[in-house]
Structures are given as structure tokens and as C-alpha cells.
């Protein structure tokens, strides 16, 4: 069933206008027709169209239900120069089921901007796309003093990187019925003194490949690992 996003909790919801368009226009839907509602909340709304239009369409909100909030699972990550591979990332990962981003900006960074309008609604897009009835948190950026002053509640910390050290295997690390975070460098790589400072703040260093990965790869391969079922 077409899957539409609101924050709307009236009786009556309008859909924006590109999901207006893309009810009327794109799906064909008319006024009769039921569609899903979702929130990014966890609820999900039955809704009859009563009003169809390709710019204000209108729906009558029928019953809805919930779910529990699901496990945390948070990624932070080095943004790359490439800001067309950070849209992936928010992307892919919340198909997944990440619950935080934690855009980090680190020694090496050859990005330093951030634009948080542009990824909510991406990971709004990808939510619909994917079924994911919750949306991730996608925190202001922050440089490494910000992010361990914010990860308390998570009580798995990873870290993966490509420096020389004594590191295990990301599989056998994972607790799924427990908070998880990992952190992923820039292209260049954490500095020594980044790597300590996490160390210092209950991270463990972990191997994702045999291969060098790209910043995007490896948080998306670390992700599906720890969301693996």
C-alpha cells in the first residue's frame, strides 16, 4: 500500500506537495483509495483519500497503531568531500535501521559542512521507501570532545580504522539486544591522538575487511553487520 510521511496527529491530514504529486500523478491515486501513513514514530496510519489533488491532497485518518522504539544503533562518521556519497550513507543506512547519525568532523576531514535540512529529508524519503517506521536522530555536527560528551547511552562504542593494532573482528563483538555505536574515520584516516582519545572513551577497535574500504563502505558494511539478524 503507498506509504506517505506526516507529523499530523488531526483527523483530517494533507499531504505535502510532492507527495501529493506523487500520490495523484505518479501512483494515480483518486479519492477513495487507501493509503499508509507514517510519522516517523513508530505509528502507521490507515487513511481513505478524500481530497485528490496533485498539490494539497487530502486524507481521512481511519485507525492507526504503534511500535516500541527499536535498539539503539548509531553511526558517527567523518563526512567525505564527496557529499553525494554522505547523501548514500544517510540513505542506505536508515534503510537499515540506524537510529543516530553523528556527523564528526575529525583531524583529517576534507569536508567541513553540513547541511542537516537536506539529510532529514532524505532520511525521510528513505523511511517511506523502506518501511522503517522510525526516523534517525541526525545530530548538529561535532567535532570528537562534542561526540564523547553525547554517546553515554551507548553502551557498545567500535571504532574501526586502518592503523597497525590489535583489533577483532566486528561479528563477534556485536550485542544486538544492547545500544551500539561505531565510529568511522575520513578518507585520510583518524590521527594517533584521535584514536587514544577514543580508546580513553570505551571504544574498541574493530576490522571490518581484509580490504581497504572507502568512508561510505565502511559504514555501510558496518551497519548491516550490527543490524544483522
Keep these: 500500500m503507498p506509504l506517505f510521511f506526516t507529523i499530523s496527529d488531526s483527523e483530517i491530514v494533507e499531504l505535502d ?20 501513513l507514517i510519522n516517523g514514530a513508530g505509528k502507521i496510519t490507515n487513511a481513505i483519500i478524500t481530497i485528490a489533488d496533485s498539490k494539497k491532497t487530502t486524507c481521512k485518518i481511519i485507525d492507526s497503531s504503534s511500535t516500541i522504539p527499536p535498539i539503539s544503533l548509531a553511526l558517527a562518521f567523518s563526512p567525505t568531500k564527496n557529499n553525494d556519497r554522505n547523501e548514500w550513507i544517510i540513505e542506505k543506512c536508515t534503510e537499515i535501521g540506524v537510529t543516530d547519525f553523528f556527523p564528526v568532523f575529525a583531524k583529517h576531514s576534507e ?19 523502506s518501511g522503517n517506521l522510525w526516523l534517525p536522530n541526525i ?14 547511552p551507548f553502551k557498545n ?32 584516516d583518524f ?15 574493530v576490522i571490518l575487511s581484509n580490504n581497504t574500504l572507502r568512508t561510505e563502505t565502511a559504514a555501510i558494511l558496518s551497519i548491516a553487520i550490527m543490524k544483522s539478524f
Design 17 to 36: 506537495e510532492n507527495d501529493s504529486r506523487h500520490a495523484i500523478k505518479s501512483l494515480r491515486l483518486k479519492e477513495g483509495d487507501a493509503v499508509n
Design 157 to 188: 562504542r567500535f571504532i574501526a580504522h586502518c592503523m597497525s593494532s590489535q583489533k577483532k573482528v566486528l561479528n563477534e563483538l556485536i550485542q544486538q539486544n544492547d545500544s551500539q555505536l561505531i565510529l568511522i574515520g575520513p578518507e585520510g
Design 111 to 129: 569536508r567541513r559542512k553540513w547541511n542537516k535540512e537536506r539529510m532529514h529529508k532524505i532520511a525521510i524519503a528513505a523511511i517511506k521507501q
Design 139 to 152: 545530530h548538529e555536527p561535532c567535532n570528537f570532545d562534542q561526540l564523547f560528551k553525547s554517546i553515554d
Design 191 to 205: 590521527n594517533k591522538d584521535e584514536l587514544d582519545m577514543a580508546l580513553k572513551n570505551g571504544f574498541k577497535e
